[in-house]
């Protein structure tokens, strides 16, 4: 006989075996009641049990639990315990204790919906009724990953909605603090939280916010950024319109602030709307040293991210159409440095874009200590061969070097990512027409970052449309302790009064 006949048929009688076995898992157990039975094989799995707990007097009770995502421990101690001690009471008289803490589930897709958020439905006294012994796994708090603090708090927001709220509350403890809870996705039911100051958000970003929230239809919502897609991200662009955060303290200085703050169960980051281009320079522990070495810091900030922007194109620019304007020292020190490099300098300086992309890129999902090895083979070995090959200028790497550094000098991780791709378009126009192109991709780059908005502000506010207050306030850093007593007027807020001497 044919050996992959053989094989056919053994496959086959294991699928058969897989399914017999779950046809008598789904059988009724003995004395089940229908109600118990239908909730236990709706919800498919071989974790969904069920288990009878006899009570005094004759009676029993039922409870139908998902035991990989239920505290075991509580289910013994706070459900079978008492219940076992107590009987379900009938004629109005009163039953266990652990009956009235629970809440009543009559339908069936109630019952359901309950069950898989890690409740235990209890069945007793002809009523059905769920308690939360949710022990879905979770990890502790520990120092954010992407946003580096030195000064600050070190740290960071976790996967658990309850503990991420319970980290802003922690911070912001007010009464007017308003947390609405939504479900978004037909399948993953996904837990959100909308988090806001009722006397000082826009309750029009509120409303459209709380309406985006209402409408999504989509089977699945993994990330916060997925979320801030559907609600912020109407047009076609690189530019995240919706702040990414997995720090507490600036999630808390955001919403005392005046912004909306959403919080997706299941990833440590929040979302923060509005928000700017000038959100990107900013941090919280800015404001500690003092307004002169806040507005130092920014502006090397700025610099570095203009830099990262503009120097491969100048570079493109200058060395292939206009280099008459360089000076004839440094034109000759430019032309030893690109002698026997075999393509012209557009050539070069896309290829060497890609390939520092190619190494950040590796560097950043390389998993443990891999990401350093990689960053110093990229940068010391590769990168001296490539010019001892001639494969590339000296000039060329330093411009390189810019323009990397200057991408991760943003403290948003994801912005970086708008710096690295803008580049090529300003690097080619640059090196097809010269200084020309070069300034034509700033002004079509900037043009695009004015007739963005984000939840309704402007994206680069409160530069345009200008509001000098503001804008000072922003570049020299805001006042900490009693000297600040306004609210920045960017977010439109309803009290712009934070307190101490009125303005």
Not at 23 to 34: F, I, K, S, V
Not at 68 to 90: C, F, K, M, W, Y
Not at 263 to 273: H, M
Request: aromatic content about 6%.
């Amino acid at each position: 006989m044919d050996v992959s006949l053989l094989g056919d048929i053994r496959h086959r009688c294991q699928r058969l075996t897989q399914r017999l076995d779950s046809m008598e898992r789904n059988l009724p157990q003995a004395g089940e009641p229908r109600e118990v039975y239908a909730l236990r094989t709706h919800v498919t799995g071989d974790d969904v049990l069920s288990a009878r707990i006899a009570l005094q007097r004759g009676s029993e009770a039922w409870i139908v639990y998902i035991q990989t995502i239920v505290n075991l421990e509580r289910v013994h101690d706070e459900i079978i315990q008492p219940l076992q001690g107590g009987s379900v009471a009938t004629g109005g008289s009163s039953g266990p204790p652990i009956l009235a803490r629970a809440t009543p589930v009559p339908s069936l897709e109630a019952q359901t919906h309950n069950l898989v958020s890690g409740h235990v439905v209890i069945f007793a006294g002809g009523s059905a009724s769920s308690l939360d012994l949710t022990n879905f796994p979770a990890r502790p708090p520990s120092e954010p990953s992407t946003e580096k603090t030195i000064l600050g708090s070190k740290q960071g927001l976790t996967e658990s909605l309850n503990a991420s709220l319970g980290a802003l509350r922690d911070r912001v403890r007010s009464p007017q603090l308003c947390v609405e809870m939504f479900e978004i996705g037909l399948r993953s039911r996904t837990r959100v939280a909308l988090v806001y100051l009722r006397d000082v958000a826009n309750p029009d970003v509120v409303d459209l916010t709380r309406q985006g929230l209402e409408t999504i239809t989509t089977s699945h919502i993994r990330t916060a950024n997925e979320l801030g897609e559907y609600l912020f991200q109407g047009t076609l662009t690189t530019i995240p319109l919706a702040e990414q955060t997995e720090r507490p303290d600036r999630a808390a200085y955001g919403i005392s602030d005046g912004r909306i703050c959403l919080v997706v169960d299941g990833t440590p980051f929040v979302l923060l709307a509005p928000t700017t281009f000038f959100e990107n320079l900013h941090d919280t522990e800015s404001a500690v040293p003092g307004p002169i070495t806040v507005a130092f810091v920014r502006f090397i900030r700025l610099l570095g991210l203009v830099a990262s922007l503009t120097a491969a194109g100048l570079y493109a620019a200058v060395l292939t159409v206009d280099t008459p304007l360089l000076p004839t020292p440094l034109a000759l020190a430019v032309a030893a440095s690109r002698t026997g490099v075999p393509y012209p300098v557009l050539t070069e300086t896309l290829i060497m874009l890609l390939v520092v992309d190619i190494f950040s890129e590796s560097t950043a999902q390389a998993p443990g200590g891999l990401g350093s090895a990689i960053s110093i083979v990229g940068t010391l070995i590769i990168g001296e061969m490539a010019v001892e090959a001639r494969l590339a200028s000296s000039l060329m790497l330093i411009v390189i070097a810019v323009t990397a550094l200057g991408s991760f000098l943003t403290l948003k991780y994801p912005f970086s990512y708008t710096l690295r791709i803008w580049k090529y378009p300003i690097a080619l126009l640059a090196g097809l027409f010269g200084l020309f192109g070069w300034m034509a991709a700033l002004l079509l780059f900037l043009t695009h970052l004015t007739s963005l908005k984000s939840a309704g502000v402007p994206y680069m506010s409160p530069l345009g449309p200008l509001q000098p207050r503001t804008m000072l306030q922003s570049a020299l850093g805001e006042p900490s302790g009693r000297r600040r007593i306004r609210r920045p007027g960017t977010w439109d807020v309803q009290d712009i009064r934070i307190g101490g001497r009125r303005p």
